[in-house]
């Protein structure tokens, strides 16, 4: 089984960086994704990471640190639409592939 | 026009109640996923089919039960209706699981309350 855990609510300004953790105890690791989901829509691809390292895709970057189980979000120069969840899921090849999910972190972007 | 549909939308029923929920997807995917969603305990699977002949419970699979009628749909019934299973549910698509990125694609949910 797996165990996720990511903060429930942050809170940060418009224009503001800010860094989503998440950490993740699993065997068979393949794979961390993160998904963006707005109040009452489906969650959205991100990012995904699987080798140690940080992708960047625009205002949006994903680390990894396998041997930490641990992954972090980083947005940058916030926009008010970034108000969203943000979900982390793990892959785990014991579990046949499947996505584990954490609870998600509830993302408020103030003016 | 959307990759994965759900239908309905939304429904309000009553407990005992026999409730289908149903997922069509234009992707091409083979790999199709239900998942509810409840405050505060993310997304949790409730069974998942590999192709036509392959279904397999997920973690909370009890009172549910689903059909793949097709490489492109995928039902979920919900046979007796329980106030607890007031809930958001999502279909997802994905391609080949284990290698790559081939992440989940969702369709809009469906808000489903029973009274």
């Known amino acids: 089984g797996q165990n996720i855990d990511q903060p429930t609510e942050m809170t940060a300004t418009e224009g503001a960086i800010v860094q989503i953790n998440c950490t993740y105890q699993t065997s068979g690791f393949n794979g961390l994704f993160w998904y963006q989901q707005h109040a009452g829509e489906a969650p959205t691809f991100l990012s995904y990471?699987?080798?140690?390292g940080l992708e960047e895709k625009g205002r949006f970057s994903s680390f990894l640190s396998r041997s930490k189980g641990y992954s972090y979000l980083l947005l940058k120069e916030l926009q008010m639409k970034d108000s969203a969840s943000y979900l982390c899921?793990?892959?785990?090849?014991?579990?046949?592939?499947?996505?584990?999910f954490g609870g998600g972190t509830r993302l408020m972007v103030k003016p | 026009d959307a990759d994965v549909t759900q239908t309905p939308r939304n429904r309000i029923t009553k407990t005992g109640k026999r409730i289908m929920l149903e997922c069509s997807q234009t992707k091409g995917h083979d790999r199709m996923y239900w998942y509810r969603q409840d405050p505060g305990l993310g997304l949790r699977l409730i069974y998942y089919?590999?192709?036509?002949?392959?279904?397999n419970k997920g973690e909370i699979s009890d009172g549910y039960s689903v059909s793949r009628q097709a490489q492109a749909k995928f039902s979920l019934s919900l046979e007796s209706a329980i106030p607890n299973q007031t809930a958001l549910y999502f279909c997802?698509?994905?391609?080949?699981?284990?290698?790559?990125?081939?992440?989940?694609?969702f369709g809009p949910g469906t808000r489903l309350t029973v009274l």
């Open positions: 990471n699987v080798l140690d």
């Open positions: 089919s590999f192709d036509v002949k392959d279904i």
């Open positions: 997802a698509t994905s391609d080949l699981g284990g290698t790559g990125v081939n992440e989940q694609f």
């Open positions: 899921a793990v892959r785990e090849r014991d579990a046949g592939n499947m996505l584990t």
